[in-house]
């Protein structure tokens, strides 16, 4: 049985990822499932910042359709060891995406910190 989702299809959920994140963040743990709650709580959130569709490009290699988010620095509102980067909008407490943070960097509370430029992908579908 074959399987594919039309490039529109797989455009359409990075576009809503660049519409509506308004905040990307370095988080200390996330589990899949957790809430907008828990993964945003105060002592989880190393490091911050604002986000607009303008810091986000669409983009494409071969099947794999792309959107990739600009760095962005800001001051560390808390510290510890980035686990994540989680895509959020503040507005309506949606978890919209999540990747590993694999800097090993250790946030320190008032430092300067430089949230990486990241790629999230959506791929065609596979038989498991």
């Known amino acids: 049985m074959a399987y594919s989702l039309h ?11 660049q ?10 743990a996330y589990a ?10 105060g002592a989880n959130v190393a490091v911050s910042a604002a986000t607009t569709s303008a810091d986000f490009t669409l983009g494409s290699s071969g099947n ?3 959107l990739t988010c600009a760095s962005k620095t800001a001051t560390a509102s808390g510290s510890g060891d980035p686990t994540h980067i989680v895509f959020v ?3 309506t407490s949606k978890i919209l995406a ?3 943070e ?3 960097v250790t946030v320190s509370t008032g430092t300067s910190y430089t ?4 790629v999230l992908e959506m791929r065609q579908p596979v038989a498991v």
């Not at 949230?115 to 990241?118: R, V």
């Open 7 to 17: 490039q529109d299809v797989l455009d359409a959920a990075l576009a809503h990822i």
């Open 19 to 28: 519409a509506n994140c308004n905040q990307v963040a370095a988080v200390k």
């Open 32 to 41: 899949v499932g957790d809430s907008y709650a828990t993964v945003m709580a």
């Open 64 to 66: 794999t359709r792309t």
């Open 89 to 91: 909008n503040t507005a």
């Open 98 to 100: 999540v990747t590993q």
């Open 102 to 104: 694999s800097s090993g």
């Open 115 to 118: 949230l990486p430029s990241i």
